[in-house]
């Protein structure tokens, strides 16, 4: 049972170039997120999607997107890179038991660009 | 804007004793409020959560205080151990739309000295 399964693990990237970071869980959860996580800020969220076909911002999403290409997968693509986004991003799916919610988060890409 | 404030930034710990950590909300929204515990290099994992009709929750050595009136939630770890050195994020999560998403705190990395 592999969870949820991110990559690349590292990457680094020149300003200005594209890619695109992966995600795929195998819970069969509706629900999935991308966070970046940075020092003294937290985990803020980048974008999330509710179910397949379906995406939504979150507090910051300015120089990214998402594609949910269908309930397993959901990928995040820098079009443009910027040292600003410098970080490590988290993949999280989500799933609601009764009066219990649990995020699973995968392991991290660690991006930098320069 | 910080909608989940978490205090302190860093903590250290003699072995076998309490460890508290703090947080306050500003969105009266909020319906679950959890604690993640992430280790280095790995993603975030659900410890301990608390809806807000509960004043208290205890799960073996962690116990979520809860203060609606108050606005805040604290995390205490009891006979902490060198095991529990970890990276503790509050978080806080209203239903917006189909999806629910999570706002966490900052973190506060705890470390436990024998």
């Known amino acids: 049972n592999a969870g949820v399964t991110q990559t690349p693990k590292f990457q680094v990237l020149k300003t200005g170039q594209s890619m695109t970071l992966q995600c795929a869980q195998d819970?069969?959860?509706?629900?999935m997120y991308w966070y970046r996580q940075d020092p003294g800020m937290g985990l803020r969220l980048i974008y999330y999607?509710?179910?397949?076909?379906?995406?939504d911002k979150g507090e910051v999403p300015n120089g990214y997107n998402v594609s949910r290409l269908n309930k397993r997968e959901f990928s995040l693509r820098l079009e443009s890179a910027a040292p600003s986004q410098t970080s490590v991003y988290f993949c999280a799916s989500r799933i609601t038991r009764g009066e219990n919610t649990e995020a699973f988060f995968g392991q991290g890409t660690r991006l930098t660009v320069v | 804007q910080q909608q989940v404030k978490q205090s302190p930034q860093s903590l250290i710990v003699q072995k076998g004793g309490i460890s508290i950590i703090n947080c306050a909300y500003e969105?009266?929204?909020?319906?679950?409020f959890p604690w993640y515990q992430q280790f280095p290099g790995k993603g975030p994992a659900l410890l301990i959560a608390i809806r807000p009709d509960v004043s208290e929750k205890k799960e073996g050595r962690f116990t979520i205080s809860f203060n609606k009136s108050a606005k805040q939630f604290s995390l205490h770890i009891m006979d902490s151990q060198p095991g529990d050195s970890a990276t503790y994020f509050c978080?806080?999560?209203?239903?917006?739309?189909?999806?629910?998403?999570?706002?966490f705190g900052t973190g506060t990395r705890l470390q436990v000295t024998l």
């Open positions: 999607s509710a179910s397949e076909g379906t995406t």
């Open positions: 969105n009266t929204a909020f319906d679950y």
């Open positions: 819970m069969n959860h509706n629900s």
């Open positions: 978080a806080a999560s209203v239903m917006s739309g189909t999806a629910s998403k999570l706002t």
